[in-house]
DNA sequence: CTTCAGATGCTCT
DNA sequence: GAGCATCTGAAGA
């Protein structure tokens, strides 16, 4: 399948963060069978200049050795006790820096994200569980079964990739309403000075909301 | 819709 | 020992 290559990831990470925007995350389970969905939120994290950045200033520890890593790896993290983020490695090797995926939509059929999730399928959800289905980055390890086990996953393999449409991950393309890219602060970083302001934030959000 | 507390364990000082 | 790139359910407005 046409998964995104390793260049891609090779570049700038705020304009990287941009064009993941709509793009298709293929997770590949380890017991069979593939889960879709589709990019709607990111952040930029980028070592050399910021302080929100777990590699800020070059700091090299046991957790952020997977950010100095080539372009197109996958660096999963432990966060609060309980959840895990995920984030593609960007920029050159050597270069810490990394896109966060904070939040996504199913493609397809979501019983299999859903029961990872909530232990039963979609229909059975409540409306505002359904709302909020995978709007968050701990929501969306969940759901698509990456913990710190998937961490430094290299995503030109078969477990974990990118496309650019869901037809290379298998799928027919949903109907698109038109969406619009909105830019801002980033959450969740208050300690981070003056990055907190930093507008490293990205997410598309439908035309047809009054 | 909003606020609020609590859960929970790894990482770094 | 402090703090963390978060989420959930309960309660209030």
């Not at 920029?91 to 939040?103: C, F, K, Q, T």
């Not at 991950?169 to 830019?183: D, Q």
Request: glycine share 10%.
């Amino acid at each position: 399948m046409a998964r995104l290559p390793r260049e891609f990831y090779l570049g700038d990470t705020v304009e990287i963060a941009q064009q993941l925007l709509g793009k298709y995350i293929v997770r590949r389970l380890p017991q069979g069978g593939d889960l879709v969905c589709r990019i709607t939120e990111t952040e930029a994290y980028v070592g050399r200049c910021d302080k929100a950045c777990h590699a800020y200033g070059y700091r090299r520890t046991a957790r952020t050795e997977t950010l100095f890593a080539p372009p197109g790896h996958a660096y999963i993290y432990l966060i609060y006790g309980m959840y895990h983020c995920l984030n593609f490695v960007t920029e050159p090797e050597g270069e810490p820096a990394a896109v966060l995926i904070r939040g996504a939509e199913p493609v397809g059929n979501p019983d299999s994200i859903s029961l990872l999730r909530f232990s039963r399928p979609f229909a059975q959800l409540t409306p505002y569980q359904r709302r909020h289905f995978l709007d968050g980055p701990g929501k969306l390890c969940k759901g698509l079964s990456l913990t710190k086990v998937e961490n430094g996953m290299d995503l030109t393999g078969d477990t974990l990739f990118v496309c650019d449409r869901a037809e290379d991950g298998g799928l027919p393309s949903p109907p698109t309403v038109p969406e619009k890219m909105c830019r801002g602060p980033r959450i969740g970083i208050d300690y981070a000075q003056e990055a907190v302001e930093f507008p490293w934030r990205f997410w598309l959000e439908k035309e047809d909301k009054k």
